[in-house]
């Protein structure tokens, strides 16, 4: 079995020490942002639609219902803030794929895939669209993404391809010693403050005459369709579930997800010279092509998110604001970056911070109704949200109105992945997945017959 960079050129423990001292639990994109805030839900309303979660796949599904329809009532309500959750704590990539990158898009739906890519563009398009047409102020970028290739047998996947870079010219790009080719996608990925963004959508929605309520989370849906929050209920003619990471409030997909924690680090501002020492002009988003990946990107002040490797669920599914704190993986990100990039050592990271990830075994959203077509819901995004969302808004609008639409007749919308099974056996195939994607890793991508058998039914498990 062989070893990987990171462990060939482990960064020196005094470097990662430093660099994590004055490194402080709290999510970056959140910090110190003003956002407004909205009353909480009281007493007993009515509306057309009510939309359950305050994330993005809810922000958009209320904000486009309302594009679609000006005169329908449209309340959202909140467990919480207004993109507290994984919403305002991702890396911001807006990626234009809906089925979790092309290869799962090709092994799902072969027949599809050129419909859904074009789907995906059109849906990038349309949320830049958006951006401009409301004046977000979100810092949204159309940067496109660099996939860079740091074991040989990565290099093979990706030589031939469209936008592919050798060594040289990747290096040229961006300076890492790991990197032996790379490719770039150049239209296919923005980059966004997360946080911001949901504050905007919101101001939006609002400004479009949804009523958002706050700190209001959801008991119960009762038939009529009926939500009952803490203290209030909201009688509706439908309801749009977007509860992400969450139980869901449907006991049909109990076991359809499974909340996977993520982990990210983000480094005090670079001076100029240590730019030039890296390079990264183009500011590209930026993804390893390992099973166990990492992901990373420049913020607009001039700092760079680092994350991804780690993907660690916990027993019985639970979300609990103590798995954010996970020292192993914090040492284990900051090594990886100064074995990426070695010219930064001395750097300090200022901010470090988790969040679930709703993860599926098909590894991108899947849609349905319930209560006779009166409920929609969508989730199982796999940590490919940001854009994905605004398309699942869409969806579900679709399946509440009834009408066949391109959309709904697709198989990605109509097909349901397999559940993953009760505890213990979820515990026990999720930490024997990781482990064989693993073993991969450090097998020159070799799959064994756990991942082959698991490719073979529909199944994985990735961040």
């Known amino acids: 079995m062989g070893t990987t960079v990171f462990e060939r050129r482990p960064a020196p423990v005094s470097v990662v ?7 402080r639990q709290s999510v970056f994109w959140l910090d110190g942002l003003e956002r407004p805030r909205h009353p909480t839900l009281t007493g007993e309303v009515t509306a057309d639609l009510v939309v359950v979660g305050g994330g993005y796949t809810g922000l958009w599904t209320a904000l486009r219902a309302k594009e679609r329809d000006p005169h329908r009532s449209v309340i959202l309500v909140e467990a919480r803030t207004i993109g507290w959750a994984a919403s305002g704590r991702n890396g911001g990539f807006c990626e234009a794929s809906l089925t979790h990158g092309e290869e799962n898009g090709a092994n799902r739906w072969p027949d599809e895939l050129e419909q859904l890519e074009r789907l995906g563009r059109a849906n990038l398009d349309a949320i830049g669209e958006t951006v401009d047409r409301y004046e977000l102020d979100a810092e949204f970028e159309r940067t496109g993404q660099l996939a860079v290739a740091v074991e040989p047998h990565q290099l093979d996947w990706i030589a031939g391809e469209e936008g592919f870079l050798d060594a040289d ?4 790009q961006v300076g890492s010693p790991t990197y032996l080719g790379g490719l770039w996608s150049r239209d296919d990925c923005a980059l966004v403050h997360p946080a911001k963004l949901a504050v905007e959508l919101a101001r939006v929605a609002v400004d479009l005459g949804v009523e958002i309520y706050e700190h209001s989370p959801v008991r119960a849906l ?32 109990r076991l359809m997800t499974v909340p996977v924690y993520d982990y990210v680090l983000m480094t005090e501002p670079l001076t100029d010279q240590q730019w030039a020492e890296i390079g990264w002009a183009e500011r590209q988003g930026l993804a390893d092509l390992a099973n166990q990946f990492h992901y990373y990107r420049r913020s607009a002040d001039g700092r760079i998110l680092f994350g991804g490797y780690d993907a660690v669920y916990h027993y019985g599914g639970r979300i609990r604001a103590g798995y954010e704190n996970r020292p192993e993986s914090f040492e284990r990100l900051a090594s990886h970056f100064f074995t990426t990039f070695p010219q930064l050592e001395g750097l300090q990271f200022t901010h470090k911070w988790a969040g679930a990830i709703d993860t599926c075994s098909r590894f991108c959203a899947f849609y349905g109704t319930a209560r006779k077509g009166a409920v929609a819901y969508a989730l199982g995004f796999t940590g490919l949200g940001v854009g994905a969302s605004r398309f699942a808004a869409d969806v579900m609008l679709d399946l509440l109105s009834g009408e066949d639409t391109e959309r709904t007749e697709l198989a990605m919308v109509r097909e349901r992945p397999i559940p993953f099974p009760p505890e213990p056996a979820a515990s026990m195939g999720v930490a024997a997945t990781r482990w064989a994607m693993d073993r ?11 991942l082959k058998t698991l490719d073979a039914v529909g199944m994985g498990f990735d961040s």
């Open 17 to 23: 020490r430093h660099s994590l001292s004055a490194t």
């Open 169 to 172: 010219a990747v290096r040229a």
């Open 222 to 253: 009762g038939d009529g369709p009926v939500v009952r929050t803490e203290h209030g209920t909201v009688r509706a003619q439908q309801v749009a579930l977007a509860t992400n990471a969450f139980p869901s409030l449907l006991r049909r997909n």
């Open 440 to 450: 991969a890793d450090h097998d020159g991508g070799r799959r064994n017959l756990l």
